[in-house]
């Protein structure tokens, strides 16, 4: 019985060191029909791991509005992404309705800017 259980422990420990884990490929899709790899842009990691999923999403407004509404108010320019950048930083209300944003005052500067750039550029 001990003999059984030392070759399945060498068997499992022996296929789980053939894994391939990469922690890019978390956020790397493959598409089935042109082959082509599109790998997810700085800001779009920043926000995946950051707490803004809990009151936006990308499509749809949940207590905040969604990236897309953001992104068709405001057009992809320098001035723009500075606001947004501010924004995401301080916080603020009144632009979208009473409830207000939280300030992310312990954000980097040029991670809250690769963020708004990020929502910025997914305008249609």
Do not use: R
Not at 22 to 42: G, H, P, R
């Amino acid at each position: 019985m001990k003999l059984k259980y030392l070759l399945f422990g060498v068997a499992l420990i022996g296929l789980t060191s053939f894994s391939d884990d990469n922690l890019d490929i978390k956020y790397t899709t493959t598409s089935k029909i042109t082959n082509t790899v599109f790998q997810a842009s700085e800001g779009e990691k920043l926000i995946a791991k950051s707490d803004c999923i809990g009151c936006h999403k990308l499509d749809k407004k949940l207590i905040g509005p969604s990236y897309l509404e953001i992104a068709k108010k405001y057009p992809q320019t320098d001035k723009n992404v500075a606001y947004l950048t501010g924004k995401i930083i301080k916080g603020g209300s009144g632009v979208w309705g009473a409830i207000p944003m939280s300030a992310h005052a312990s954000l980097k500067k040029d991670d809250a800017k690769s963020m708004a750039t990020y929502i910025l550029s997914l305008k249609k």
